[in-house]
C-alpha cells in the first residue's frame, strides 16, 4: 500500500503568476471617466422602473391586471377592493398554480411574496387612469395659470403686464383624454 503525500494548503504553492492580477493594474486611472454615458443613463432608469422579479400576468378580456402589495398601509388591499379591483384566483389564470397562496387571509388567490395578482374592469380602469392621467393634471396646470393671473392683479399694473403666450396659454386646455387599454386588458 503506497502512502499518500500529507496534505499542504493550496494557497502556499501559487507563484506570483499563479495569483491574481496586481489590484493596481486593473484599476481605471484616476484621470479616466468615470461618468455614466446617456445611454447608459438611460438603461439604468429604464431597469428601475420596470420590475423584472414578478411574472406577467396574462390578458384577461374586459379587466386591467396588475400585481397588488399587501405592505403599503397607505394603499391597502381592501382600499383597492372598495375601489373595485378584484383578486385573481389561482384557477382564473392557467399556469399559475405554483404561485398559489396557501395559507392566511388570501388563501387560494395568486400571490408571490408579499404581491397579490388583481383585475380591474376596464370600464373602471379608464376611469381611474382618466382622472390620475389627464383630469388632474390639467387641473394643476390650470391652477398654474391661475396663481400667475391673481399674482400679476395684485401689482395692478405697476411692475409690468402679464401677457400669457404659446404653451402657458394653453396650460389646463389640454386635448381630449386619450385611451388607457384596448378591449384585452393591455395597457
Known amino acids: 500500500m503506497t502512502q499518500q503525500p500529507p496534505m499542504i494548503d493550496s494557497r502556499l504553492k501559487r507563484t506570483p503568476s499563479d495569483s491574481r492580477m496586481d489590484r493596481r493594474s486593473t484599476e481605471r486611472r484616476l484621470s479616466e471617466n468615470r461618468d455614466l454615458s446617456d445611454s447608459e443613463r438611460r438603461e439604468a432608469y429604464r431597469k428601475g422602473l420596470y420590475q423584472s422579479h414578478l411574472p406577467d400576468l396574462p390578458p384577461i378580456k374586459g379587466f386591467h391586471v396588475c ?96 401677457t400669457l403666450e404659446g404653451g402657458t396659454a394653453q396650460l389646463g386646455k389640454g386635448p381630449a383624454a386619450p385611451r388607457f387599454a384596448d378591449e384585452f386588458g393591455e395597457a
Request: charged share 25%.
Open 67 to 162: 400585481w397588488l402589495t399587501t405592505t403599503n398601509p397607505k394603499d391597502s388591499i381592501q382600499a383597492r377592493l372598495r375601489l373595485g379591483y378584484q383578486l385573481i384566483k389561482t384557477g382564473e389564470i392557467p399556469g399559475f398554480d405554483y404561485a398559489n397562496v396557501k395559507t392566511g387571509e388570501y388563501q387560494g388567490y395568486i400571490g408571490i411574496n408579499e404581491m397579490l395578482a388583481a383585475k380591474l374592469p376596464l370600464e373602471l380602469y379608464e376611469s381611474y387612469m382618466t382622472i390620475s392621467h389627464h383630469e388632474q393634471p390639467l387641473e394643476e396646470e390650470a391652477s398654474i395659470v391661475e396663481n400667475v393671473l391673481k399674482e400679476a392683479e395684485k401689482t395692478h399694473g405697476f411692475i409690468g403686464s402679464v
